[in-house]
């Protein structure tokens, strides 16, 4: 890797260890930038669509979170059309039925859409693009063992003894990565990561109408630390509707657990009434490794040049935020720049910005579970004060507040500050409504979901 402070590019080799969806868009990224990329991947990967024992969250629901498709869309043009070409459902989260602490929300203030489809379909779609790219091989079925130096070079060894040589090595490998073992191995100190664990565990399954008929919208019910339960569905490809049941501690369902049963126990008792008129398509998949982990590569002064780490390699959130793909996709357009500009300024600050991109996210997913750890004590005072501003400004959107709304949209997507929340009309309406003590009142029940629950309606 160049050491001088002048502008030049890298018309160089870069492994990328783990074809995972963030791997995949930084081999978007790197060969965009004008770099020979090889993607190592450990799994065989199916040539159709289907879920694979690498990605054990694969039968879960995913979006892209606004920022995130606008991300993909750069890395993979033509991206988004594909998408819905192949079945994706666009869902306007502002419209979509939302349950949470203080009720149901407004349904008829617009916010981001998301396109809504099966983790394999995305990820076959997006890895069609991607090796499509010139200068971009894939190596299937090869399972990375270590790195090691040659000179100014890496060496990427295989378990079955091959050598892959890199300027650059992007370790994209997920929740499993080796990168601390890898580091401890070649010399390097590493910090052990922060942990916020609150032990969420859900339960996957697909459902589908009777009649075959697509879903019009989906449905969430948020739990809350009074109520650690909850369920999300969402409208997939092919007619099909994506449920997932997810509870924190000992309320999490379990292998055998009817996921209509689990509905009725709810505060919100819709999603019991829509699955009795449903049938199954396929069992229920279970998934507990959920807990957030960040590590703080890059921090230490000495990081290894031709280095970096990304998605959930780096840091890994509780996936029903729904935050890991956007993040990764943040990051490959992060790395792109870099690589476009190639300052020869070492990987170490390139690192800490991979790494900065997490920031949100982060306290948003973390914060969030804070509040279901068993053993946590008392918030801090900053945490408190946050969480009960936040919560003002949540009861303005179910009383129909249009600012309210849009902010906490903005925020959600990642594409705004949260300094959108202390807006001076934001702070005038909270104290107003204080001032006046109101009442909240209760939405009703969402006229969209009517037509699956066979309720009359009006």
């Not at 033509?78 to 994706?88: K, N, S, T, V, Y």
């Not at 090869?142 to 091959?162: P, S």
């Not at 890994?316 to 300024?345: D, E, S």
Request: proline share 8%; net charge positive; charged share 20%.
């Amino acid at each position: 890797m160049p050491t001088s402070g002048r502008s030049t590019r890298f018309p160089q080799d870069v492994v990328v260890v783990g074809a995972s969806l963030s791997g995949l868009l930084a081999a978007a990224a790197a060969a965009q930038a004008g770099c020979s990329v090889i993607l190592m991947e450990r799994d065989v990967l199916p040539p159709v669509p289907e879920p694979r024992r690498g990605v054990p969250q694969g039968r879960q629901s995913h979006v892209l979170l606004h920022r995130g498709l606008l991300a993909a869309e750069e890395l993979v043009p033509g991206l988004e059309q594909a998408m819905l070409a192949a079945g994706a459902v666009r869902v306007d989260t502002g419209t979509l039925p939302w349950f949470g602490p203080y009720g149901w929300q407004p349904t008829w203030i617009p916010s981001y859409d998301v396109l809504s489809l099966t983790r394999p379909l995305l990820e076959h779609l997006v890895r069609e693009r991607v090796l499509g790219l010139p200068g971009v091989e894939l190596r299937e079925g090869v399972r990375v063992r270590g790195l090691r130096r040659r000179g100014k070079r890496w060496l990427v060894a295989g378990v079955d003894g091959t050598e892959v040589g890199a300027d650059l090595v992007v370790d994209a490998s997920g929740r499993g990565s080796r990168m601390p073992q890898w580091l401890t191995e070649l010399g390097y100190p590493v910090q052990e990561p922060e942990v916020v664990d609150a032990a969420l565990g859900y339960a996957c399954r697909l459902y589908r109408r009777l009649d075959g008929r697509p879903f019009p919208t989906g449905v969430v019910v948020l739990p809350s630390p009074q109520e650690p339960r909850g369920m999300v569905a969402l409208p997939v490809e092919d007619g099909g509707w994506l449920v997932v049941a997810s509870g924190y501690g000992d309320q999490r369902p379990g292998r055998d657990t009817d996921l209509g049963a689990f509905a009725a126990t709810l505060r919100e008792p819709v999603l019991a009434e829509i699955l009795r008129g449903l049938e199954p398509a396929g069992d229920a998949a279970l998934y507990r490794q959920t807990a957030n982990r960040r590590h703080r590569f890059g921090t230490a002064r000495n990081w290894p040049d031709g280095l970096l780490v990304v998605g959930d390699a780096l840091c890994a959130f509780n996936p029903i935020y729904g935050q890991g793909i956007t993040v990764g996709a943040c990051q490959a357009l992060v790395l792109r720049r870099a690589l476009a500009r190639a300052r020869g300024r070492g990987t170490r600050r390139l690192q800490r910005r991979l790494s900065a991109v997490a920031d949100l996210p982060w306290a948003v997913a973390s914060g969030e579970d804070q509040h279901y750890l068993p053993t946590a004590g008392p918030a801090p005072r900053s945490r408190r004060l946050t969480d009960g501003w936040v919560g003002q400004v949540a009861v303005l959107v179910v009383e129909g507040d249009r600012r309210a709304s849009q902010a906490l949209g903005r925020v959600y997507h990642l594409m705004g500050s949260p300094r959108e929340l202390l807006h001076p009309a934001l702070v005038l309406a909270v104290a107003r409504r204080r001032l006046q003590r109101r009442q909240l009142r209760p939405l009703a029940r969402p006229a969209v979901l009517d037509d699956l629950v066979n309720l009359p309606s009006g």
